[in-house]
């Protein structure tokens, strides 16, 4: 038995979103429970069942370079910060 991952997407421009797991014998019999258990109800319109096996995974290690780049995360805070302090002085 193998385990697959089963991610489902609804119309339009959603994105794909992890539906759960499952185990079968076949990639065949994994698309079949896949569409009896994750979308009877058609809860998407594509479905993806990949193998467990075949996902890649980046440990800590891998992602730490971008960890230390607070300039990508932006919140508007020190430039509200700094144009209030510009109308104070004016």
Do not use: C
């Not at 697959?4 to 539906?19: C, I, Q, S, W």
């Not at 009877?40 to 440990?59: F, N, P, Q, S």
């Amino acid at each position: 038995m193998r385990t697959y991952e089963v991610f489902l997407k609804r119309e339009g421009k959603d994105e794909f979103r992890h539906a759960g797991s499952l185990d079968a014998a076949t990639p065949e019999l994994a698309l079949v429970l896949a569409r009896e258990n994750y979308a009877r109800r058609a809860e998407g319109r594509l479905m993806w069942v990949v193998d467990r096996a075949d996902i890649l995974t980046a440990d800590e290690s891998f992602l730490a370079p971008n960890v230390d780049r607070p300039h990508r995360h932006n919140d508007g805070a020190l430039v509200a910060a700094r144009r209030r302090a510009q109308r104070e002085s004016s």
